[in-house]
């Protein structure tokens, strides 16, 4: 499975983006995709996934509200429509695909994903 994030760039506080994840090669749709994103000299940290065998979303308490993710599977894209951006927001944001089996308690658990995409980079400026 190969993922290819775009989408990132400048935008001023209280703007947005959408970001794109688009999958290629043997992708089930068992598959979870999340979203991670990581500032500079900090972990890589969850930001919201949906399932892959249904429209189930899980969302950091840090972005509900204001980003939401979804998927268009006749094209193999999933997006995170990121609204209301804060400076803090700023990272690079990569997508990850996998937990195929996760509960609903495993889907932020980087562990469980095994494929990930280049990263695209977030910038908002105050």
């Known amino acids: 499975v190969q993922l290819q994030a775009s989408g990132g760039g400048l935008v001023q506080a209280g703007g947005s983006l959408r970001l794109s994840c688009a999958a290629s090669g043997r992708t089930s749709s068992n598959y979870a995709v999340a979203w991670y994103r990581q500032a500079p000299g900090k972990g890589r940290e969850f930001v919201a996934s949906i399932r892959g065998s249904s429209p189930t979303t899980y969302y950091a308490d840090f972005v509900k509200g204001r980003f939401t993710i979804s998927r268009d599977d006749a094209k193999n894209i999933v997006y995170l429509q990121a609204s209301s951006l804060e400076p803090e927001d700023t990272a690079i944001y990569y997508c990850?695909?996998?937990?195929?089996?996760?509960?609903?308690?495993?889907?932020?658990?980087?562990?469980?994903?095994?494929?990930w995409g280049q990263g695209t980079q977030v910038t908002v400026s105050s």
């Open positions: 990850a695909a996998g937990c195929r089996f996760c509960t609903a308690q495993n889907m932020a658990v980087i562990q469980f994903y095994d494929y």
